[in-house]
C-alpha cells in the first residue's frame, strides 16, 4: 500500500492505496477535489498536481503527457497529470492540487462548495 496526501484550501485529505492506484484515483477514493473533465483518459490537465514527496514511486511521465502537460497552466518541474501518475511502489506521497485542478473539479461540481469563493 501506497499512502497519499492531498493538499488543497489549507486542507489535507489522507488515503492508503494498493500499489497500481492513479494519483487520481487514490483523489477520488478521499475525495479530494482534483478535478478529472475527461474522465482521466490524458485528454485534458484537469487532473493536474504537484507531486512534492514521493516522485520515485511514481511511473515516468510519458510523451503524452506530458505533451498535456504543455498545454497546463502554472506547470512546475514536480507537475504531474494525477490519471497518468501511476503508483509503482510502497511509501509516503505528498500531491497538492493545482489551482487548475480546483477550477474544473468545482466547475464539474456545481453542488459542492469552493471554500475559495467565502
Not at 514511486?57 to 507537475?79: G, N, P, Q, T
Not at 503508483?87 to 469552493?114: C, M, T, W
Request: hydrophobic fraction near 35%; proline fraction near 3%; aromatic fraction near 6%.
Amino acid at each position: 500500500m501506497a499512502k497519499v496526501r492531498f493538499l488543497a484550501h489549507g486542507r489535507t485529505w489522507e488515503v492508503e492505496v494498493p500499489v497500481g492506484s492513479t494519483i487520481l484515483k487514490a483523489s477520488k477514493t478521499v475525495g479530494a477535489p482534483e478535478g478529472d473533465a475527461c474522465g482521466g483518459v490524458c485528454a485534458c490537465s484537469t487532473c493536474h498536481v504537484y507531486v512534492t514527496k514521493g516522485r520515485e514511486l511514481l511511473s515516468e511521465a510519458e510523451e503524452d503527457e506530458e505533451d498535456i502537460l504543455d498545454k497546463a497552466f502554472d506547470v512546475r518541474s514536480v507537475s504531474r497529470l494525477g490519471c497518468q501518475a501511476t503508483i509503482q511502489k510502497e511509501g509516503e506521497i505528498e500531491a497538492e492540487i493545482s489551482r487548475e485542478s480546483l477550477d474544473a473539479f468545482y466547475n464539474e461540481h456545481p453542488n459542492v462548495k469552493d471554500p475559495r469563493k467565502g
